[in-house]
């Protein structure tokens, strides 16, 4: 049984791949419950950790808005939504990006401001099956445990945020792939203190927090820059997305048309693509044309349900300097 967001009908591969990444999703979520519960079990007091542990809480964010973007992107267009709720994956892109933003700052002030006062942090002993361990054992054991899953995990959606075109699978599967550096700054900073060297503890907390802020700095460009109808790129913001190039090139094969171009707007998971035609000379344009055109170009790709032809004299200034030199 396929799957609808709104009135775009996903093919059959879609849909699977749609049900492949709610389940990754969901694991991701119960294994950042586990990390949590046992990150903050060995937190002692070392700001590396602690940073560390933060990010894991941020890190149930892009699933959740993905499952809760999903859910709402399937409703039916309606009078006060004409367009559909496709726009639901980019304001939840944008929600959990400001997230991390905002998170990643406090990190970033919190973890200098412990450097610039030269703070010693201690890490003390626990007894565990009748004998007594150094903490810091313990936590750069977590920390060696949980590095790796989440690369192996990131790599998967990001294979399946490729074929859905989902940003918000996409940032997810980015902040997963770099999650072994955070453990390994906190094993650095751990380890660091048990060294003497007071500093790397503050040290590793800071890098970790950068990287939190570097997520949320690019993650909120790419939201905001959607949300403000930039022309559609690739869900990965590489390359404008190549669909685009597909529709004017088959509007260009036929026999009645002159010249065409598009401009496309990503509306969440698919394309809002308005295409200019400018007939041949005077070549009446009939209706039957538009709508055999527009069924056309539908039919190439899954993400081209929402798009109108327009005939034209010539094209607009914005789509001639889109589509330079052919």
């Known amino acids: 049984m396929s799957v609808a967001f ?3 009908e996903l093919p059959q591969k879609q849909t699977e791949i749609l049900r492949k990444a709610i389940r990754l999703e969901w694991l991701t979520i119960a294994f950042l419950a586990v990390t949590v519960t046992l990150v903050f079990f060995v937190l002692g007091n070392s700001q590396a950790m602690k940073a560390a542990w933060i990010e894991d809480l941020l890190s149930f964010i892009p699933p959740l808005v993905f499952l809760i973007a999903v859910r709402i992107a399937r409703r039916k267009p309606n009078p006060k939504h004409p367009y559909g709720y496709h726009r639901s994956v980019g304001v939840g892109h944008l929600v959990a990006a400001v997230a991390l933003v905002t998170m990643g700052t406090f990190l970033i002030i919190d973890s200098a401001s412990g450097l610039l006062a030269a703070e010693h942090p201690s890490i003390g ?3 565990l099956f009748g004998q007594v361990f150094w903490l810091g054992w313990l936590m750069m054991g977590v920390m060696a445990l949980i590095a790796l899953p989440p690369v192996f995990i990131g ?3 990001m294979t399946l945020a490729r074929e859905l075109h989902d940003k918000v699978l996409y940032a997810d599967a980015d902040m997963n792939k770099a999650d072994w550096m955070t453990a390994v700054g906190s094993i650095v900073g751990v380890g660091g203190i048990g060294l003497g060297l007071w500093w790397a503890d503050a040290a590793a907390a800071l890098f970790i927090a950068g990287s939190i802020l570097w997520d949320g700095v690019k993650n909120t460009r790419a939201a905001v820059e959607d949300l403000g109808d930039t022309r559609a790129m690739t869900f990965d913001d590489a390359k404008p997305h190549p669909v685009v190039h597909r529709v004017d090139e088959y509007l260009r094969s036929l026999h009645w048309v002159e010249d065409a171009g598009s401009r496309a707007r990503d509306q969440g998971h698919v394309l809002h693509i308005e295409s ?3 007939p041949r000379s005077r070549r009446k344009v009939a209706v039957a044309d538009l709508v055999a055109a527009r069924e056309a170009c539908v039919a190439l790709d899954w993400r081209v349900e929402d798009i109108v032809i327009v005939p034209v ?3 607009p200034r914005v789509v001639r ?6």
């Open 155 to 157: 790599r998967a959606k």
């Open 313 to 315: 004299k010539e094209l």
């Open 276 to 278: 200019f035609v400018v």
């Open 321 to 326: 300097e889109s589509h330079p030199a052919r």
């Open 6 to 8: 709104g009135e775009t």
């Open 125 to 127: 002993s626990v007894e």
